[in-house]
């Protein structure tokens, strides 16, 4: 496949993809042509076999042999039919798995934070529902587009051997539409892509108020809300109209053109017939010529009809596409570039002179330099949006430093929980074999012990198979938050970065996840915590605090203020 | 789940059928388009046809005539009504159908905010999301794909049929016979067939799109331990069991389709024959020997849209099924009765009160009593799973105790209007929601009317105003999904700001001071406190220590433990 990445237009980027499935592109194009080749047989056939009848006098019985060749016309078109929709789809889903791969790939280079600062619902309706847009441009309208230039071609020429003052006709009026379509179709995209972007925010409007829709109780907010949503659909429509206003009118042009361009062609047939024409090649004009010419005037539109139908399925693809590139043209992470830390130096991950930027809201961190130690405890303190997490997300490498760099010893594995764990849909097992897929059964429930989850898993019926609602719902949020540390004790990671881990944990359970902690360390393993409370802050080794996105103290063992 | 198809789209047909009108000029227009179509193609061929024979018996020497102009404006006549009809079909029809999906999501949204707690945990929200818009847009297909395309296409079958059979009756019948089995296949057999798959088609989406959700809001985690291949291979198995689904009901849809062209084909040429033995015994003329069949091959456009409309008829019922649950359930929830509450601080009490979840093994709370008289402020203390946001769920009536009774103010609190309880009962509760939108809009959620300089003492009160008159837009700064521009700390305390917007009688705090900092927490709680003055106050804390994070000017305190009361040591509480 050429590099879709380099594609720089949303035409580009589809049309590079649908290069990787050319073959069964192909097959649905043939058997396309095919549909045509046999739809001017059956044609010919029926006018061949009324003129028999009615010029030449031919009884039925001698003409039973025609009667059977058009069914077996008919039979054998149906089958081709079949064979054109399913190779164009059969291509069309290929691609738009590829595609969603490519996007899912693009997400994780980019990194947790650059991937998370956008609305978690608007992407997913772009990984989902956007991709399945692509379906009707790839499975009808790339095939569609190359029978729409062969399938009138073949029918023109049987038309000039017939008439060349008909197929004038139909020449004329033809290459008029795709004009006028173009013209309307530059309008439609625009429209379109309009409307996607509606659709997106319409979508992330939904899933916001939707979640919050226990607050909206509370305040006796949700008649308010309710009017909102209404209101915004029905803005999405208002918008959807003013794109399908457009893109109907282009349709239509074309069927005026296709509806007149028959009845001209009857009219000057039947005057021909008539002997009322005198010039050009009227005269010679039969009851068959006639009559196939006039069956063929609507086949010749057919193609460019059914293009028209399916001309929306190309604007929603290149609508979807505009979104999906401008996905995949955000930056991803700067590979490191530097070597990694020599394998007998005691850091574990170092950051040199780092600063970190958030688009709106300026600089949120550095210049700093912080390193971590094999087998320290690394304490981070400091007011709420000192840049603690911040600090973390560099440490993890989830975001590229804006200056500086971070590097790490080769292989580095480490654990992260921060403030909103993620909880997947699935059973307790499988959120805890998330941090690691191999895990055995007894692993499992060493690792609830150590969090201090074992007695509530031990009375639930189902035990480790419970399912999870979203966002953990069922879980108490410490319940959640232990979950999250069993996580960590699952995995092997040597370096552990821990996002405010005690934040809604009682005493009692903070003592035991501390002790658990305790033992952690004792493993040799590096903890970096960011935190408020005491209780954690004494595990320290060495402590930083943070104060607007610089370091304001360092110390070893002892606590900075008492 | 199977409830029969009938039941399961009639509330929707009956909105339907609200605006009778608009769809019967939408029917009326796609009849119109369908038979200028038909007309035009018959006529023409007509016209070819009897040109054809006059022009023989002109040039055999023969008097004979035929009046153009009569069918050649028929010809012209058709050749527009068909471009006008269609284009003015399409637009009023999609209006029609905008107009009825805007209705339903503001209906359906009303519907799920009277859900009560216990059917909101049920769900996730993202599946929340599908339904208001995925398979609201899937029942669009109810009119426009489902109903007006096979009531039009039986139209003109028959329509078609019975003008055959005015010239040649077997003719009539024949077609009949091939295309009326061949209607009744593409609607009720390609449902029957396409069914299961592309019910179970809606499914896949709705995991992908919530799988999708995890792995973007998960993407710390799962880079950290390496699982995001692991969680890939989850989503693509959910992709291949789609895909699968697709390509069968895609199958299925281009047989229908390919069956439609044969059927058609096939009744034509029967036609023909008929129509030619007719001639042949002199029944009819050779124009209308023409004309027959061509009128039958126009019938294939009426046809064409219900192979790929009807096989995916599951989808649409799928959607309707889950709308009818979201329904369904919030009409099971009991709406307040109608007494106001007093002004001033409320008392409230509890008599023995239990909370059982449906599914749960131990009940979340058994036999709670309590008592806050007005002004008190009672400190509830349990660790995280005590049940204390039980409690809370209670006092607001977010869900209704499985026994006893909870008096607030004197009145039970099932009597309470609903109004009522929302203005005088206020809730800090563990999980913050803030909406996409600024700083303001949040903030007015509590308070509609409130002017800036409000907003903005509600801000000082928590210490957020310097920090919000830093931003460059002020209060119209926006705090992104679910409040993401924020850090925990801030989001709490502009939680906290909003409920200060408020004025209630009953004040319920869940760990206020979680995630900030000793400073701030000093900071705030003396104004807290003011803000708490002449307001009954319940605190929900793990656990209470003395120190700085405790909250202000608690007067008694009550100890949960694994949704029971215990006797409390030290249960009046040392004021200061």
């Known amino acids: 496949m050429r590099d879709a990445r380099s594609a720089s237009s949303p035409r580009q980027w589809l049309a590079a993809h649908a290069v990787g499935q050319r073959r069964w592109l192909g097959l649905a194009a043939m058997a396309g042509v095919a549909v045509g080749v046999l739809t001017i047989i059956q044609m010919a056939l029926l006018a061949w076999i009324v003129s028999r009848l009615l010029v030449v006098g031919d009884s039925l019985a001698a003409l039973t042999w025609a009667f059977l060749s058009l069914i077996a016309v008919l039979v054998v078109r149906a089958l081709c039919q079949w064979g054109q929709e399913v190779a164009g789809q059969e291509a069309s889903l290929r691609i738009r798995d590829a595609i969603r791969g490519e996007l899912l790939e693009h997400l994780a280079a980019m ?24 379906d009707g441009y790839f499975a009808r309208f790339l095939p569609q587009l190359r029978l729409s230039v062969i399938v009138p071609l073949l029918i023109l020429l049987v038309v000039v051997w017939l008439d060349w003052l008909a197929a004038l006709f139909l020449l004329l009026s033809a290459p008029l539409i795709p004009l006028f379509m173009a013209l309307v179709g530059m309008g439609a995209e625009r429209l379109n892509r309009e409307q996607f972007a509606a659709v997106s925010r319409l979508s992330g409007h939904f899933l916001d108020r939707v979640r919050g829709i226990a607050t909206l109780q509370l305040f006796h907010q949700t008649r308010e809300a309710g009017e909102e949503v209404h209101e915004a659909a029905d803005r999405y429509r208002r918008l959807s109209m003013r794109t399908l206003r457009v893109a109907f009118l282009s349709s239509a042009v074309l069927e005026f053109f296709a509806s007149v361009a028959i009845a001209v062609v009857a009219i000057y047939v039947g005057f021909g017939l008539l002997g009322y024409i005198e010039f050009g090649p009227a005269d010679e004009l039969t009851l068959f010529s006639g009559l196939l010419i006039l069956l063929l005037a609507p086949e010749f539109f057919q193609p460019l009809r059914t293009l028209a139908q399916h001309y929306h399925d190309r604007a929603a693809a290149l609508g979807a596409a505009d979104g999906m590139l401008a996905l995949l043209a955000e930056p991803v992470r700067r590979v490191e570039g530097s070597a990694a830390l020599p394998s007998a130096d005691e850091r574990l991950v170092s950051l040199e002179g780092v600063t970190l930027s958030h688009p709106g809201r300026g600089r949120v961190l550095g210049p700093l330099s912080v390193e971590v130690a094999a087998g320290e405890t690394l304490v981070v303190t400091g007011p709420s949006g000192a840049g603690k997490s911040a600090l973390l997300q560099l440490l993890a490498g989830f975001v590229a430093p804006d200056e500086g760099a971070r590097r790490t010893q080769a292989g580095l594995t480490f654990a992260w929980m921060d403030q909103r764990p993620v909880l997947i849909h699935g059973s307790l097992a499988e959120n805890l074999r998330l941090a690691a897929p191999e895990a055995s059964e007894a692993d499992l429930q060493r690792a609830l012990e150590r969090a201090g989850l074992a007695e509530l898993v031990a009375s639930l019926p189902h035990g480790l198979e419970t399912p999870l609602g979203e966002r953990g719902s069922g879980l108490s949020g410490g319940q959640a938050q232990r979950l999250a540390l069993a996580r960590i004790f699952l995995s092997d990671a040597s370096l552990v970065l821990l996002d405010e881990p005690t934040a809604s944990l009682d005493e009692a359970s903070e003592a035991r996840v501390i002790e658990s902690l305790t033992r952690l360390v004792e493993e040799g393993r590096s903890l970096v915590i960011a935190t408020h409370h005491p209780a954690l802050m004494a595990m320290a080794s060495r402590r930083l605090e943070l104060d607007a996105g610089a370091i304001k103290a360092q110390a070893t063992g002892v606590p900075l203020h008492e | 789940m199977s409830e029969s198809l009938k039941a399961t789209l009639s509330p929707w047909l009956r909105l339907l059928a609200r605006r009778p009108r608009r769809l019967a000029i939408g029917v009326l227009l796609l009849v119109v388009t369908v038979f200028s179509a038909v007309g035009l193609l018959a006529l023409s061929g007509w016209f070819i046809a009897a040109s054809a024979l006059t022009g023989i018996a002109l040039a055999m020497g023969l008097a004979a005539s035929l009046d153009v102009y009569v069918p050649g404006g028929g010809i012209r006549f058709f050749a527009v009504s068909r471009t006008v009809a269609r284009y003015l079909e399409r637009l009023y029809n999609h209006d029609t159908v905008l107009r009825l999906l805007a209705d339903l999501r503001g209906r359906l949204f009303g519907a799920m905010a009277r859900l009560d707690d216990r059917s909101l945990a049920r769900q996730r929200s993202s599946d929340w999301l599908n339904r208001l818009t995925a398979d609201i847009d899937t029942l669009d297909s109810l009119y426009l794909r489902l109903l007006a395309p096979p009531a039009v296409a039986l139209v003109a079958v028959v329509l078609v049929a019975a003008f055959l059979a005015l010239w040649v009756p077997a003719a009539g019948l024949a077609v009949a016979a091939l295309l009326l089995p061949t209607w009744v296949w593409l609607t009720a057999g390609q449902a029957r067939l396409g069914m299961a798959a592309s019910r179970r088609q809606v499914g896949h989406l709705q995991r992908l799109r919530s799988q999708a959700i995890e792995y973007l809001t998960g993407l710390a985690e799962l880079e950290a331990y390496g699982s995001r291949a692991w969680h890939r291979r989850g989503f693509r198995q959910r992709e291949d069991a789609l895909r699968r689904d697709q390509r069968r009901t895609g199958r299925l849809a281009a047989f229908g389709t390919a069956l439609v062209n044969l059927m058609v084909g096939l009744g034509m040429v029967a036609t023909l024959w008929l129509a030619a033995a007719a001639w042949q015994q002199e029944a009819i003329g050779g124009p209308i020997l023409v004309m027959l069949p061509l009128a039958v091959f126009a019938i294939g456009e009426a046809l064409a849209l219900l192979p790929a409309a009807f096989t995916q008829l599951g989808a649409t019922r799928g959607a309707a099924e889950r709308l009818n649950a979201v329904e369904r359930a919030s009409e099971s929830v009991p709406e307040g009765g109608n007494v106001e509450l007093p002004a001033g601080a409320l008392s409230l009490r509890l008599e023995a009160v239990s909370l059982h979840y449906p599914g749960a093994l131990a009940p979340a709370l058994r036999n709670i ?61 563990q999980r913050i929601d803030l909406f996409q939108g600024s700083l303001a809009t949040n903030l007015r959620l509590a308070a509609p009317e409130a002017s800036e300089s409000r907003l903005w003492q509600a801000l000082a009160a928590v210490d957020l105003a310097q920090w919000a008159e830093s931003l460059p837009h002020g209060l119209a700064t926006r705090v992104g999904e679910g409040g993401r521009a924020l850090s925990g700390g801030q989001a709490r305390r502009l939680a906290l700001a909003r409920l200060m917007l408020r004025d209630p009688g009953l004040v319920i705090l869940d760990e206020p001071f979680a995630g900030l900092d000793a400073d701030t927490v000093a900071r705030l709680s003396p104004r807290l406190d003011q803000w708490l003055q002449g307001r009954s106050v319940l605190y929900l804390v793990h656990q209470l220590d003395g120190g700085g994070f405790e909250p202000p000017g608690i007067t008694r305190e009550r100890r949960l433990e694994q949704g029971e009361l215990t006797v409390c040591a030290k249960s009046e509480y040392p004021s200061g």
């Open chain 1, 111 to 134: 990194g947790p934070v650059r991937a998370g600062a956008r609305h978690s619902g608007a992407l997913a309706n772009q990984l989902v529902e956007q991709v399945e847009a692509l």
């Open chain 2, 369 to 429: 009593a309590f008592e806050l008289m007005p002004g008190e402020r009672l400190a509830l203390s349990g660790a995280s799973g005590a049940g204390k946001s039980s409690v809370a769920a209670l006092l607001t009536r977010r869900l209704p105790p499985s026994q006893g009774v909870i008096i607030l103010a004197d009145v039970p609190l099932e009597q309470v209007d609903e109004r009522s309880l929302r203005e005088r009962v206020a809730i800090l509760g």
